[in-house]
């Protein structure tokens, strides 16, 4: 019976993509493919087109104030199997793509885990040089908050750094290790069990990772944030400034 449950579940649970637009919109996913004459697990957003793979930066989306970033990794060094970027997508607020990019490893490449990255080396004729992704994806972070799941990891092969006060990991909030019983959760079971949707049927697409990192923080903020002030509190200089009539009356009440 369990086993029926799921593939129930896998026959119509939507798409992250899709999931996000019928949420901006409070329209059932499935109402909205029958509208657009999609399937419920297409990834792209209704009435956007497909996807722009390896676009570069969006000359439409607005970015605004939180992004949520994927990366794609293949393997180098042989037996040593280490990790490098070869693929980085980053969504918005809304899940509409900002940026995605095949990036060309400065390593031989000895495992390219297609079945899992999707990358392959035909993706490498139009990949973009390391550094010239670098230097995108870090203007795009400045001055922002940063979604992810288990972030440090595409921050590490982007060869970047970003505050911690403003990155919210959904690998780390407790409430989502409780799902894996307090380890680190996989993506895909944090969209399965919390959202009714289905990602990473076979290749994954950073695009549609990144989506769904987005969804779960966007049903989540209110904890996320809760947990992130304690562990930050408001720093000296972030608190506001009492007016001068403010500290008047102050000193009034302790005379008095």
């Not at 506001?240 to 009356?249: G, L, T, V």
């Amino acid at each position: 019976m369990p086993q029926s449950n799921d593939k129930s579940l896998a026959l119509t649970a939507p798409s992250a993509s899709l999931a996000l637009w019928a949420e901006d919109n409070d329209i059932p996913a499935a109402d909205l493919a029958e509208a657009y004459g999609t399937s419920i697990k297409s990834t792209h957003l209704p009435g956007t087109g497909a996807d722009q793979i390896n676009a570069g930066l969006s000359k439409t989306a607005e970015v605004g104030k939180y992004i949520a970033i994927d990366c794609e990794m293949v393997g180098v060094g042989g037996e040593e199997d280490r990790s490098v970027l070869a693929r980085v997508s980053v969504v918005n607020f809304h899940g509409q793509q900002v940026y995605d990019s095949y990036v060309r490893p400065r390593e031989y490449v000895t495992d390219w885990r297609t079945r899992v990255s999707g990358i392959s080396p035909k993706h490498m004729a139009a990949a973009r040089d390391f550094v010239v992704v670098q230097s995108a994806i870090a203007d795009l972070l400045q001055d922002r908050i940063i979604l992810g799941h288990a972030i440090r990891n595409d921050l590490s092969a982007l060869l970047l750094k970003h505050p911690q006060r403003d990155i919210r990991d959904t690998a780390r909030h407790r409430a989502f290790r409780a799902v894996a019983g307090g380890q680190t959760p996989a993506l895909k079971k944090l969209a399965k069990e919390l959202l009714g949707i289905d990602i990473q049927g076979g290749e994954h697409s950073s695009i549609e990772d990144a989506r769904a990192c987005m969804l779960l923080f966007r049903r989540n903020k209110d904890a996320f944030e809760a947990e992130h002030a304690n562990r930050f509190p408001a720093r000296q200089a972030d608190k506001p400034k009492a007016s001068k009539d403010q500290k008047s009356r102050k000193r009034k009440k302790r005379k008095n």
